[in-house]
C-alpha cells in the first residue's frame, strides 16, 4: 500500500489562494498518474484535477484557469494550486494514484487514496 499524505488546505476568502500538496512515498509514485478530487457533503467524488507522470493535464471545467496541478516527481510530491476561490470550492480535497500513465475520471479506478484536507472557502 502507497500512503499519501495531503495537507495545505483550511479555511480562506472568497478569492483567494490556497497550495495542496500531496506527498507519496511509494516506488510508483513517480511514474504513475495523480488525481486530485474533491467531495461535498451529499456529493460525490469528483475529479478536479490530474496529471501524468510525463505532466500531461486534465481539469474540470469548474476549475480551468483557476487550478494548477503540478508535480514534483524527484520528491514525490503532486501540487494544486488554487487560486480565485469561490464557495463552492468547499469540499474535502483528496489525492489519488492509479498505476497507469492515463488520467481517468472514474474514481474507483484509483488504487490509493489519501484521508483528505479541508478546504473552506467562506467569508
Known amino acids: 500500500q502507497e500512503p499519501l499524505v495531503e495537507s495545505g488546505g483550511g479555511l480562506v476568502q472568497p478569492g483567494g489562494s490556497l497550495r495542496l500538496s500531496c506527498a507519496g512515498s511509494?516506488?510508483?509514485?513517480?511514474?504513475?498518474?495523480i488525481g486530485w478530487y474533491r467531495q461535498s457533503p451529499g456529493t460525490q467524488r469528483v475529479l478536479v484535477a490530474g496529471?501524468?507522470?510525463?505532466?500531461?493535464?486534465k481539469y474540470a471545467g469548474s476549475v480551468e484557469g483557476r487550478f494548477t496541478i503540478s508535480r514534483d516527481n524527484a520528491e514525490n510530491k503532486v501540487f494544486l494550486q488554487m487560486n480565485s476561490l469561490k464557495p463552492e470550492d468547499t469540499a474535502v480535497y483528496y489525492c489519488?494514484?492509479?498505476?497507469?500513465?492515463?488520467?481517468?475520471?472514474?474514481?474507483?479506478?484509483?488504487?490509493?487514496w489519501g484521508q483528505g484536507t479541508q478546504v473552506t472557502v467562506s467569508s
Open positions: 496529471i501524468t507522470a510525463g505532466g500531461r493535464t
Open positions: 511509494g516506488s510508483g509514485f513517480s511514474i504513475n498518474a
Open positions: 489519488a494514484t492509479r498505476t497507469g500513465t492515463i488520467v481517468v475520471v472514474t474514481p474507483t479506478l484509483y488504487d490509493y
